[in-house]
């Protein structure tokens, strides 16, 4: 067990800090290990993982295909666990070494977009959906953002000392368990005044936010969580969360990528519609 006070050194040099992810996480970039990504025959490749961050990714691709757009894809799991993210291929897509990240080859060159958010605003732009052009816009750009904003704090943050950290100390949990519950009073209060964050319709800035949301409200994040936090406290999200939870799309996009739970509950990869055939949706 670590002394619980901490003096600073006057120049900071890397040790391994201990924790679920002690192993791969450096305080460097690039890669690691020369391997190329797979590619499939899909104008769009979505390599990721069923993280929150990288639920956002799918489900889009989901609501894209369901309202009938041209966004078949490929899904290839990126094992973060086993420093994957930091192969040579994931690189070139994504300097910053996090899932997901998504190459976009329906144009004549490829796109590269990674981060969550730029990846969801790319795809509603192209295909000129699940984002206004009227005055609503700006709010449902800043909902998207605020959730952009507000994820470190919850997972980095929270779900970290919370659930990762080799020792828990309580000033660290007390600070992100405050600023957790600060954030679903903010989403709790403006879902109490509308149906979704951005206005009366469901958007990209719902698509951020419910994979960070949702499962504090239905179970199966970080432990005890929903009781610790008092989650059943937020009506308002827990609507929310719910009515968004039975959208088709949103069903399929959930299990994309997802590589732990029950069999029919996972999909490592996704080529075609016809992957979801026997899963529990």
């Known amino acids: 067990m670590a002394d619980p006070t901490y003096t600073p050194p006057e120049v900071w040099t890397y040790t391994e800090s201990g924790g679920k992810f002690a192993g791969i996480n450096r305080p460097t970039a690039g890669a690691r290990e020369e391997r190329e990504l797979p590619v499939g025959e899909h104008p769009f ?27 078949e894809y490929d899904a290839w799991t990126i094992q973060i666990s086993d420093g994957d993210q930091f192969t040579s291929g994931f690189v070139d897509v994504n300097p910053n070494s996090k899932i997901p990240a998504l190459l976009d080859r329906s144009g004549p060159e490829p796109v590269r977009v990674f981060e969550s958010g730029a990846i969801l605003l790319h795809l509603a732009e192209k295909f000129g959906t699940l984002l206004p052009t009227d005055r609503t816009r700006a709010e449902v750009l800043s909902w998207l953002f605020w959730q952009v904003g507000s994820a470190p704090f ?27 519950k600060r954030l679903f009073d903010v989403a709790n209060q403006r879902l109490a005044q509308s149906e979704y964050l951005g206005g009366a319709d469901y958007t990209i800035a719902d698509i951020a936010t419910w994979p960070w949301l949702s499962p504090f409200v239905i179970g199966g994040i970080y432990g005890e969580a929903r009781q610790f936090l008092s989650i059943h406290e937020y009506e308002h999200v827990e609507r929310w969360v719910r009515q968004i939870a039975e959208r088709p799309a949103v069903r399929r996009g959930r299990i994309v990528n997802k590589t732990w739970g029950e069999d029919d509950e996972q999909l490592h990869e996704r080529h075609s519609p016809a992957d979801f055939a026997g899963k529990k949706l």
Do not use: D, W
């Open 45 to 71: 490749q979505l390599y990721s993982l069923a993280t929150p961050n990288g639920v956002k990714a799918g489900v889009m691709l989901e609501e894209l295909l369901e309202a009938g757009h041209a966004a």
């Open 154 to 180: 919850i997972g980095g943050g929270f779900g970290h000392f919370y659930a990762y950290a080799p020792e828990k100390y309580e000033y660290p949990i007390n600070r992100y368990a405050m600023e957790t």
